[in-house]
Nanobody, 121 residues
Framework: QVQLVESGGGLVQAGGSLRLSCAAS????????LGWFRQGPGKDREFVAA???????YYADSVKGRFTISRDNAKNTVYLQMSSLKPEDTAVYYC???????????????WGQGTQVTVSS
């Protein structure tokens, strides 16, 4: 069982940066793949980025070069550094955990409650 709690969301101007954090409980954090998804107004939840237990990183095309996912297994935390933010990045951002790694939300077993990111133009 893994519990996930996101933080770091907020209001930022276009072109700005934010860092999201997701703190996890559980003794086997280091064995999980971790992902970030987002759900904008009136949209489906979509994949943003994922990092495997070994550190392999995967990104959606829409965020490549702007977002960076990382993890600190000693702190049981996964991060999403977001730069060059655009209004279309506005969404609730969720972290999730799975065994292995995936960009499909249905593959993730555990989810956080989400944190709101709003990018103003």
């Amino acid at each position: 069982q893994v519990q996930l709690v996101e933080s770091g969301g907020g209001l930022v101007q276009a072109g700005g940066s934010l860092r999201l954090s997701c703190a996890a409980s559980g003794r086997t954090f280091s064995s999980y793949g971790l992902g970030w998804f987002r759900q904008g107004p009136g949209k489906d939840r979509e994949f943003v980025a994922a990092i495997s237990w070994s550190g392999g990183r995967y990104y959606a095309d829409s965020v490549k070069g702007r977002f960076t996912i990382s993890r600190d297994n000693a702190k049981n935390t996964v991060y999403l550094q977001m730069s060059s933010l655009k209004p279309e990045d506005t969404a609730v951002y969720y972290c999730a955990a799975t065994y292995g790694i995936s960009d499909y939300r249905s593959d993730y077993d555990y989810w956080g409650q989400g944190t709101q990111v709003t990018v103003s133009s």
